[in-house]
C-alpha cells in the first residue's frame, strides 16, 4: 500500500535545511524561500571555499547526529515554518513533490530545487513506508522518518551539493533495483556518504544483525566521508566550471583467466560495469553474460562486483584489485556461440580443477589435461615434446608422475584435433562433473552440523562432506530470505503435503548469509527465468532488499549471441599456469582512454536496455532520460482512490522489532503464475492501465485519465503536473536522473488505495501535516513475459496468508540523494522501513509504531510524504 | 576415447565366486526360510552360464570358500566404477574376509584399487547403484554415512546422494537399473520412498520402471557390443507379474535368470557378480 504523505514533510524540511546549513534562519519563508536558500547556499558550495567549508560543517553535524539525536538548531525552524505559512506551505509542497517528481525525472531547473529534493526524497522513500504523520487516525501516528532524514541529508547535500549528489542519486535508483543486498549497503553507502544522521535510525533497526558491522561501517563512513569530502571539493570546483565531467581516475587491476593482468583506469565512482566492459573489450568477448569482475573483502571473501553499482562503494577499502572470471556455468557450453567464450570457460575451469575447487578422479584429470595440451600445443611432437614439457601445466592439485605421463599418452591420441575441438571435448567432458557451476558456502543445519550449500543451475543442493545429502530444485523453492546470518528456503509443499516448509541454515555471518542469498537469487534469475525480474522500482513494499539480478539470463544471452555475426576473433591460447610463472612476460594492457572505452561499451551493449544505460553510468552527464520516465510512472503508481475512511485504527500491540533485517525474494514464488492469474489480473481497474502507461518508456501522463480517476484531490492534480513537468523540461546534464536501466515494461502491481483525502491536508494547516493516507497494496508478481498485466488483483492476494510464518521484523534502509540541478543542489532522503510478518500481521499499526519510533529519534524532523506499499505474495496455483 | 561417463553398461569380465557349503546353514539371512544347497548351486552355475556363454564376458571365478557362507555375493565387497575399485568393508563383521580374494583379483585385472581402510565406515556393495550419471549410496544397516563418504572420495566425478533405506536390506534390495535413465522400482511403501527420494536429489530425469514385486526390481543392465540392451531379470515362475512388466521392454535382450533359492538368503542378481569393464578404460 502506498501512503503518501506530502505536504508537511517538505515544508519542515526545507525550513531546517536551510537554517542548518546556511544558518539562514527563513522559516516562515514558504517554498520560494526556501528555494532561494536552497539555490544560494548551492551556489555557494559550488564555490570552492564555501562547499568545503560547509560540507566539513555538515559532516561534524552529521557525526555527532549519528551519536546522539538530530541537531538542534534545525527542529525549531521547522515548526515555524510550518506553522507560518500555513495553507500556502500545504501548496507548495505538493508542488514540491510534482516538482519532485519531475526533478527524478530530468531535473527542472525552474522549479524550486529544495522541494523538488525534498519532493524527490519522498519518492523514493516510497518503497518504505513512511506514514507522514500524526493525521492518520489510523495507523496510529505517522512519523517523520523520512524527513528528518531528509533534514540530515539536506544538510549534507549542501555541502557537497554537486555532481556527486547528482551520482547518489543514481546509485540510490541503482540500488533500488538491486534488492536486500543492495539496500544494505546502500544504507552503509548513504551511511557514510551522508554524515552519521542516516545510520543511526537504520542502524537500531538493523541491530541485531550488523554490530560488528556498524563498527565496521563507522569507520567506513568516516573515511568515506573524508573522502567524499575531497572529492566534493573537486566537484565542487568542477561545478563552479559547470561541468561535471572531470572525475578522479583510479586504476584497476583486473586478473584475468589466463593469468595476465589489465590494467585500465577508471573514473572514481565508475560503476562496476565500466570496468567489465573494459575487460570485455580487452577480452574481445561478446558473450559475457556468463562472466563477472570479482574482488576479495576484508575477509578474504569472494565477492562479485555488482555492475550497477559503484566499485568504490563495493570495494570499500579494498585494493582495486579484481579477477574476471566464470559467474554462471553454461549447464552446456557446446551451445556457446563463439569458440573464444569457450575458450575463456576452459580457463576458467582449468583453475577450478588445479586448485581443487572442482574435484574429479585421476582418469578425467588425465583426459582433460590431455585435451588442454591439445588445445594450447596442439599436435603430440615427440621430438619437441618430451616428458618435461609438461611440468609447467598444471592438471591436477596434486599431480603426479603418473598423471603427467597419462596425460601425455592420452594427448597422443588427439592428434589432429583443432584447439577448439579439443576445448569443447574439454569442455564436454568438464561439463559432467558434479561439481561443475556448483558454488559451495559453508554453513550448518538447523542442529550445528557442517555442511555446504551448493548453488548451481538447478538449484540449491546442500552437501555434508562429500555427500549430498539434499537438493532443492528451483521450481521447489518458494522463497528464498535472510536474516541475520540465517539463510532460509521456503519449500513447496509436495503432492501429499498440505504446507510449505521453511528449512534454515546457519551462515558464518551475516555477509555470509547475504551472499549465499545474492548467488541464488542470480543463479536462479539466470537460469530459470526468461527474462530478469524488474526490480520493481516503484518500490513496492517490500519485504526487504530490492536486490534483483539486473543482468541478462541464459535466455537472453542465448539469443543475443545467436545473433552474433562477425569472424571468429583471432586469441592466443596460453596456459594460465604458464603465464602466471612468467609474469614478466604477462600482457598489461592500459586502457586510459575513458572516452572510447566507453563508446565501446554502450556499442557493444546493444541488444540489453539496461546494460546500455549502465555503461553510460560512469558520465555523470549522461542523465537517463528513459529511466527518469520509468522513475515518473512509478510515482504515478501510487495511484490514488480516494477513500474517504482512513484505515481502522488498530490497537494491536504489534511492535516493530527493530532487530531483524529479512530480506525475501518474492520472485522465486511468482515465476509459475499461470495464466489464469494474469486473466484475473487483466480486470485490472483501469488505474493499473494508468500505471502501465506510465510504465511505459514514454512519457505520456494522460492527464486526462488522471483527472477522471482523481477528482478533487489537489495532490493528485500536482502530481499530474509533476508528470507533465519532465516532457515539457528537457533534461539536463547534471541533473540528477535515475538510471534507466529498466526496461520498458514493468509488471508488476496492483494499487488498491484507501485513502484520506489529499484535499483535507490542505486544510489543515497544523504544524501537523495533514495525512494523507493513501493505503497501496501492491502485488508484486514477477510474470517471466513481458505482458503489461502487471496489476495483480485483489483475489490474489489470498496467497498472502501463505506467505510467512516468521516472526514480525523489520527493516528500514535510509537512502540519501543529492542531486545538482542547474545550479542547485536537492538534497532527498528516503527511509525505507520494510516490515515482515505473517500476514495477519497488522501492518498499519507495525508501521505506525515504526513512524513513531523514527520521530522520536529525529524530532526535530517532519515527514513530507509516506508511502505504504503493502506487498502480499501471490499464490502459486499450479505446481 | 572413453569420455567421461560414457558407455554405461559395457562391460567385458565378471567376477564372480562360487558357492560355499556354509551357505546353506550359515549364510546371514533376513528371513528364516531353508536353503537348499543343490539348488543354490544350479542357480549359480546357470548364472556363470549366461554371463559366460550367452553374453560373452570374461568370467573370473574366485573359489569358495567355506570360512566365508556369505560370499558368493561378490558385489557387496567391491565397487568399481571405470577403471578404479574401491574394495569396501563390508557391514557385516563376518564378511570383511571376503574382501581379500576380491582385492587379489581384482588388481590381476589392473584396475586402481582403493581399499577402505576407515574403522569407522561400512559399505555393502548391494547399497551403491551407479546409473551411469550419478551414484546414490543406501544409508542401511549395512552402510553408514562414512562409507558413503569413501566412496564419494573415490569416485569424485560424480555426484554422491545418500538414502536412507528402510526395511529393506539393501537399498538395491528394492531397485536397480535397467536402462539407462531407467531405474525399475518395486512397488512397496519402502521401495517408493526410496525411488522418491532419489529423484529429489538427482539433478537428472529418471524414468522408472515399477514392478510389483520388489525382489524382482534387481535386474543387471549390460549394454554390449554386438547384442545391444541386455537385461538379466526373474523368471515368470518366481515373480510372474513383474515378468510380464520386463517382458515390456522390447527392445531388450531379455534374459530371465531364476534366483529363487538364493533370494532366501537376500541374493538378489547383481548381488552374485561384479561387473568390469576394461576395455574403455583410458
Known sequence: ?879 | MAGLMSGFGSFTHAVVRAVPQSLAKEALRTGSQEVDLLKVREEYDEYVSVLKHRLGLEVVELPADDALPDSVFVEDVAVVCGDTALITRPGAESRRKETEAMKTALTELGLNIVEMTDESATLDGGDVLFTGREFFVGLSKRTNQRGAEILADVFKDYAVSTVPVQDRLHLKTVCSMAAPGLIAIGSSEPAQKVLKIMQQMSDHKYDKLTVPDDYAANCIYMNLPGKGDVLLHCTPEEFPESAKVFEKLKDHMLIPVNNQEKAKVDGGLTCLSVLINKKNNI
Open chain 1, 1 to 879: 500500500m502506498t501512503t503518501e504523505v506530502g505536504s508537511e514533510t517538505d515544508v519542515k524540511k526545507e525550513p531546517e535545511k536551510v537554517p542548518e546549513v546556511q544558518q539562514q534562519t527563513e522559516p516562515q519563508q514558504t517554498e520560494q524561500p526556501d528555494k532561494a536558500a536552497d539555490s544560494a547556499a548551492q551556489p555557494a558550495s559550488a564555490s570552492d571555499d564555501q562547499p568545503q567549508e560547509e560540507s566539513q560543517s555538515a559532516e561534524a553535524k552529521s557525526d555527532p547526529e549519528a551519536a546522539a539525536s538530530p541537531e538542534p538548531s534545525s527542529p525549531p525552524a521547522a515548526g515555524g515554518q510550518k506553522k507560518d505559512k500555513g495553507i500556502s506551505r500545504f501548496l507548495p509542497p505538493w508542488l514540491k513533490r510534482q516538482k519532485s517528481l519531475s526533478q527524478d525525472k530530468p531535473a527542472e531547473s525552474t522549479e524550486p530545487p529544495r522541494q523538488e529534493s525534498v519532493e524527490a526524497v519522498k519518492e523514493e522513500h516510497e518503497e518504505t513506508s513512511q506514514p507522514k504523520e500524526e493525521a492518520d487516525g489510523e495507523g496510529g501516528a505517522t512519523t517523520s522518518t523520512e524527513q528528518t532524514e531528509e533534514v540530515k541529508e539536506v544538510k549534507e547535500v549542501k555541502e557537497v551539493k554537486e555532481v556527486k549528489e547528482v551520482k547518489e542519486v543514481k546509485e540510490v535508483r541503482e540500488e533500488s533495483r538491486a534488492e536486500e543486498v543492495q539496500v544494505e549497503e546502500k544504507d552503509k553507502e548513504e551511511e557514510k556518504s551522508i554524515g552519521s544522521a542516516d545510520t543511526q535510525p537504520v542502524r537500531e533497526e538493523k541491530e541485531g544483525e550488523s554490530e560488528v558491522k556498524e563498527s565496521e561501517e563507522q569507520t567506513e563512513k568516516k573515511e568515506e566521508k573524508k573522502e567524499e569530502e575531497q572529492v566534493n571539493q573537486q566537484e565542487t570546483s568542477v561545478l563552479s566550471a559547470l561541468k561535471l565531467k572531470k572525475m578522479k581516475m583510479v586504476v584497476c587491476h583486473v586478473t584475468l583467466l589466463d593469468g595476465s593482468q589489465f590494467s585500465c583506469e577508471v573514473e572514481k565512482r565508475a560503476k562496476g560495469q565500466y570496468l567489465f566492459f573494459q575487460v570485455c573489450e580487452q577480452l574481445n568477448l561478446l558473450e559475457k553474460d556468463y562472466f563477472g569482475l570479482s574482488f576479495k573483502d576484508n575477509a578474504e571473501q569472494r565477492c562479485w562486483l555488482d555492475p550497477t553499482k559503484e566499485i568504490k562503494r563495493q570495494i570499500r577499502n579494498s585494493q582495486w584489485q579484481f579477477a574476471f572470471s566464470v559467474k554462471f556455468y553454461p549447464p552446456d557450453p557446446s551451445q556457446l556461440t563463439e569458440d573464444i567464450t569457450r575458450y575463456l570457460l576452459c580457463l576458467q575451469l582449468r583453475q577450478d580443477i588445479a586448485s581443487g575447487r572442482l574435484p574429479c578422479s585421476f582418469v578425467t584429470h588425465a583426459l582433460l589435461g590431455s585435451y588442454t595440451l591439445q588445445a594450447e600445443l596442439g599436435d603430440h611432437d615427440p621430438e619437441e615434446h618430451r616428458l618435461d614439457y609438461i611440468s609447467d601445466f598444471q592438471f591436477a592439485p596434486n599431480q603426479t608422475k603418473e598423471l603427467e605421463e597419462k596425460v601425455v599418452e592420452l594427448h597422443k591420441s588427439h592428434r589432429g584435433m583443432t584447439p577448439a575441438q579439443a576445448d569443447a571435448q574439454f569442455l564436454e567432458n568438464a561439463k559432467k562433473l558434479s561439481m561443475y557451476g556448483v558454488d559451495l558456502h559453508h554453513a550448518k543445519d538447523s542442529e550445528g552440523v557442517d555442511i555446504m550449500l551448493g548453488v548451481c543451475a538447478n538449484g540449491l543442493l546442500i552437501y555434508k562432506d562429500r555427500l549430498r545429502i539434499n537438493r532443492f530444485a528451483w521450481p521447489k523453492i518458494l522463497k528464498i530470505s535472510y536474516k541475520r546470518s540465517n539463510f532460509y528456503i521456503k519449500i513447496r509443499p509436495g503432492e501429499a503435503e498440505q504446507f510449505e516448509s521453511t528449512v534454515g541454515f546457519k551462515l558464518p555471518n551475516h555477509r555470509a548469509a547475504k551472499r549465499v542469498w545474492k548467488v541464488c537469487v542470480e543463479h536462479h534469475t539466470f537460469f530459470r527465468l526468461v527474462s530478469p525480474e524488474q526490480p520493481t522500482k516503484t518500490k513496492f513494499l517490500t519485504l526487504g532488499s530490492k536486490f534483483r539480478y539486473s543482468g541478462r539470463t541464459q535466455a537472453q544471452t542465448r539469443q543475443a549471441s545467436s545473433l552474433i555475426d562477425r569472424p571468429a576473433p583471432y586469441f592466443q591460447r596460453t596456459s594460465s599456469k604458464r603465464i602466471s610463472r612468467s609474469l614478466d612476460g604477462a600482457p598489461v594492457v592500459n586502457v586510459s582512454d575513458y572516452s572510447q572505452a566507453l563508446t565501446a561499451g554502450a556499442g557493444e551493449n546493444g541488444p540489453s536496455l539496461e546494460l546500455n544505460s549502465d555503461s553510460k553510468s560512469p558520465q555523470v552527464e549522461v542523465v537517463e532520460k528513459p529511466n527518469e520516465d520509468a522513475d515518473t510512472s512509478l510515482t504515478s503508481e501510487t495511484a490514488f482512490e480516494t477513500d474517504k475512511g482512513g484505515a481502522p485504527e488498530r490497537k494491536s500491540k504489534l511492535r516493530v522489532q527493530g532487530e531483524n533485517i529479512y530480506v525475501r525474494h518474492s520472485n522465486l514464488m511468482l515465476e509459475d503464475l499461470d495464466k489464469t492469474q494474469e486473466d484475473v489480473l487483466k480486470h485490472q481497474a483501469s488505474i493499473s492501465e494508468l500505471k502501465r502507461s506510465f510504465m511505459e518508456a514514454t512519457p505520456e501522463p494522460r492527464p486526462s485519465q488522471w483527472d477522471k480517476r482523481l477528482t478533487g484531490s489537489p495532490a493528485t492534480t500536482l502530481r499530474l503536473q509533476a508528470q507533465g513537468v519532465p516532457q515539457q523540461t528537457p533534461p539536463r546534464p547534471g541533473t540528477d536522473s535515475r538510471d534507466a536501466s529498466k526496461p520498458p515494461v514493468v509488471k508488476t502491481e496492483m494499487v488498491t488505495i484507501s485513502d484520506t483525502f489529499a484535499a483535507q491536508k490542505t486544510e489543515i494547516s497544523t504544524k501537523e501535516v495533514p495525512i494523507v493516507h493513501t493505503e497501496t497494496k501492491t502485488i508484486t508478481y514477477e510474470a517471466a513475459q513481458l505482458d503489461g498485466n502487471g496489476d495483480g488483483e485483489p483475489g490474489v492476494l489470498m496467497t498472502a496468508q501463505t506467505i510467512t510464518s516468521e516472526s514480525l521484523c523489520t527493516t528500514t534502509t535510509t537512502h540519501i540523494t543529492k542531486t545538482l540541478k542547474g545550479g542547485l543542489s536537492e538534497t532527498r532522503i528516503e527511509k525505507r522501513i520494510v516490515i515482515t510478518g505473517d500476514s495477519d500481521i497488522d501492518h498499519d499499526q507495525a508501521l505506525a509504531q515504526a513512524i513513531k519510533e523514527a520521530k522520536e529519534q529525529h524530532p526535530d524532523m517532519s515527514v513530507t510524504r509516506v508511502v505504504v506499499h503493502k506487498e502480499t505474495e501471490l499464490a502459486e496455483d499450479d505446481d
